[in-house]
């Protein structure tokens, strides 16, 4: 089975920190890492592809320093890098992100499977995966906690609010998976190493390469724009009520009634 | 750190993230409890070697990249910045058991014994130290008579790390009458017949590593798990002494590493007299004392690994890295506790470990006063 699966470089959660005065991430010194839950669907490309043959492709679209995760995928057991880098990318809202990442799936031709994350820890939309299936015109299961492929299907056990539900779709198809899927092997020092090295499979693909104009991508190809990003003051305004429970209590619905929150009829 | 920059390249750089990272997550948090239950899971030999760090000064062939002496000075550093020096002699214990195979083995010995350590699944051991003796090596008592193609081997080891629960132990044996030409290294597999660990030893310090008393009733010995000539164990083992010597110094290194940075952070916070420690300059003035003398013995630890590395014999330069980084380690970790005041001799304080830790240094691996013996015979 060949395999795609899209990475995404993120700053490590663990150790962002917001500008309180612009409101932005501060990731100035921040490790960069692959994002969490997209080294489980690395994982489970890998565990398919040792049992079934074929290849797997890490696909990253971001600036030329998200190489090191394609280097760390590659150290992990991915076969082939692909990263997608162009300063016309720059500024892509998911709708754009889809675009490009979709592009570069059709440009890769053979592949059974589509593996992603649910959700990329700073993004944090969950959108990607499934726009990138509504692109390729192929069936999306997302939220996937269990995975089996069989002869041209994949099935799937999805994560539901009040239980799981066991789907097959038939491949290619996209799937994005949780972090409780399985347990990602750490790339090897020896792949780290050789990762670095001029003959490692990795390729750069910019916009002349995907064949994509520069208004269908980045900032330009955006359906959405940001405005304004701010941390919502979480000012409280604490008042104490004293007095016999009885008084608190009338006081209480008073306070509420003046808020307009209404008390049922 | 920026010192040592001129030995240390980009895959150093790699290897030192990558081990740094398989510490912060496969041991740290475990380390405590690690500690307190005397060894830690057994699966542990497999997630390193899975990532590649067992394999690091070995054949290319098996570790799946070309190393030198600086990947493995990176391996043994972060290993330790675990904070349980036990667990990195324990994880490493190879490290000591295996280099004798490598240089003396046949390539038989060599396939056979070597690759199922570096993949996690067999543990190795040396076996030199007796009860009757660890400094007097030409001494060592336990006797191997041979009787066809098989040695009958019976006598006892002390103090063996890793030895509860190693699969094989690299060990010194005589094979003939008195005197060092009469020693031989075996590799003998625990699985044998007569073969037993009489004790598990509780020990000051390295808690996270089993350290065994092994005792050998007529064990038999296949001849073709002898390594090198009759009689060419003294060599062996002296051959070996280097690599440990060199480990032993940058845990001690490391060690006093740890020890200084905890106490400039406690320092820092806690306050006496109303002010913060670091506003003594009594205090001040001995932080820097403990960083000069940790600065020092890294650099100079650094610069016989160069030595070593470049083919050099250097026994007499990492005899004295062994003394002076051992002794800078009990000064700088004695200070240290020091420091911390009543808190410093608490279980919950890193500097309490690295106290105990820090003692082992001076002993192991051929005291500090064999050291001087070595070094004397060399400058006299
Ligand atoms: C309105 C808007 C404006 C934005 N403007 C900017 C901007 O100016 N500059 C900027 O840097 N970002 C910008 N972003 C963020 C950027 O669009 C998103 O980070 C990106 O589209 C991915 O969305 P996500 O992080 O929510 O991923 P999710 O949808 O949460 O990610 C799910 C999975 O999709 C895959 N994936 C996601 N992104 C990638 C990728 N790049 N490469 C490979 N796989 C991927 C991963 O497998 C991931 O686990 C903007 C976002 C929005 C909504
Ligand atoms: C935690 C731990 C782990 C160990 N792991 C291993 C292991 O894996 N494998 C192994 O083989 N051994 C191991 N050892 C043993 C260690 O190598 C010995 O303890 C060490 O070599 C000293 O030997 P000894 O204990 O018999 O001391 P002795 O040789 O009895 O020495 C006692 C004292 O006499 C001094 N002394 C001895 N000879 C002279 C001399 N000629 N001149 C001046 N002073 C002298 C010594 O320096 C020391 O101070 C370990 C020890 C410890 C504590």
Redo the contacts between chains.
């Keep these: 089975m060949d395999i795609v699966v899209l990475v995404k470089q993120v700053p490590n959660t663990t150790e962002v920190r917001i500008d309180p005065k612009t409101g932005n991430l501060i990731r100035e010194g921040v490790e960069s890492i692959i994002n969490p839950e997209d080294r489980h669907a690395l994982e489970a490309a890998l565990q398919i592809r040792d049992n079934t043959g074929g290849k797997v492709t890490v696909l990253s679209m971001g600036p030329p320093q998200a190489i090191d995760g394609i280097c760390e995928a590659l150290a992990m057991g991915a076969d082939r890098g692909i990263l997608l880098s162009d300063r016309i990318f720059a500024g892509a809202d998911t709708w754009a992100t889809s675009t490009t990442l979709g592009r570069a799936i059709r440009k890769i031709e053979q592949f059974d499977l589509v593996l992603a994350g649910r959700q990329a820890v700073d993004g944090d939309t969950a959108q990607i995966g499934p726009q990138v299936a509504e692109y390729l015109g192929i069936p999306q299961l997302t939220y996937v906690q269990k995975l089996e492929v069989r002869e041209g299907a994949v099935i799937a056990e999805r994560a539901l609010e009040d239980g799981c539900e066991h789907i097959e779709a038939p491949t290619p198809v996209l799937v994005t998976v949780l972090s409780s899927l399985n347990e990602p ?10 990762s ?1 090295r001029p003959r490692a499979p990795i390729e750069i693909w910019n916009g002349a390469d995907l064949g994509v104009k520069a208004y269908e991508v980045g900032l330009a190809g955006s359906l959405t724009q940001v405005v304004k990003t701010f941390t919502p003051k979480g000012a409280r305004n604490t008042q104490y009520l004293e007095g016999s429970p009885a008084a608190v209590a009338a006081q209480l619905i008073d306070a509420l009634r003046k808020k307009e929150i209404r008390l049922g009829e | 750190m920026n010192s040592g920059l001129d030995y240390f390249g980009e895959s150093h750089h790699i290897l030192r993230q990558t081990v740094a990272k398989f510490v912060e997550r496969e041991i740290k948090p475990h380390v405590d409890e690690w500690e307190e239950a005397g060894e830690f899971p057994r699966d542990l030999y497999r997630k390193a070697a899975e990532v590649g760090l067992l394999g690091v000064a070995y054949p290319e062939e098996w570790s799946g990249f070309p190393s030198d002496i600086f990947h493995e000075v990176v391996v043994n550093e972060e290993l330790t910045r675990c904070g349980s020096g036990g667990l990195a002699a324990g994880l490493m214990s190879h490290a000591i058991a295996l280099p004798p195979i490598l240089a003396m083995g046949t390539q038989e010995q060599k396939e056979r014994f070597i690759p199922p350590v570096l993949r996690g699944e067999k543990i190795a051991a040396l076996g030199i130290t007796e009860p009757g003796g660890g400094s007097d090596v030409g001494n060592v008592k336990t006797r191997a008579v041979r009787d066809g193609d098989h040695y009958v081997v019976s006598g006892s080891k002390t103090m063996i790390t890793s030895g509860t629960r190693a699969d094989l132990v690299t060990m010194a044996v005589r094979t003939g009458g008195k005197g060092h030409r009469e020693i031989s290294l075996l590799v003998v597999e625990t699985d044998s017949p007569g073969f037993s660990v009489s004790k598990k030893l509780k020990k000051m310090g390295w808690w996270a590593s089993d350290t065994a008393e092994l005792a050998l009733d007529e064990v038999r010995v296949p001849v073709a798990n002898r390594l090198g000539e009759e009689g060419a164990g003294f060599y062996g083992i002296m051959h070996n002494f280097r690599k440990e010597r060199l480990y032993l110094s940058l845990m001690a290194n490391i060690t006093a590493q740890m020890a200084l940075e905890e106490s400039v952070k406690y320092a820092r916070v806690r306050e006496a007299f109303g002010k913060p420690l670091t506003g003594f300059q009594v205090t001040r003035h001995k932080l820097v004392d403990m960083a000069t003398l940790v600065e020092i013995s890294r650099e100079f630890t650094y610069r016989v690994a160069a030595k070593i590395g470049a083919g050099m014999n250097a026994v007499k330069e990492i005899s004295m890295a062994k003394i002076f980084s051992a002794e800078v380690c009990d000064r700088v970790c004695h200070h240290a506790v020091q420091i911390h005041g009543g808190y410093g001799f608490m279980r919950e304080y890193l500097v309490e470990r690295l106290y105990r830790d820090s003692r082992i240094l001076s002993i192991g691996g051929g005291t500090t006063e064999i050291m001087k013996e070595v070094i004397s015979k060399i400058i006299l």
Excluded at chain 1, 185 to 194: E, F, K, M, N, S
């Design positions: 092997r750490y790339p090897t020092v020896a792949g780290l190493i050789d670095t």
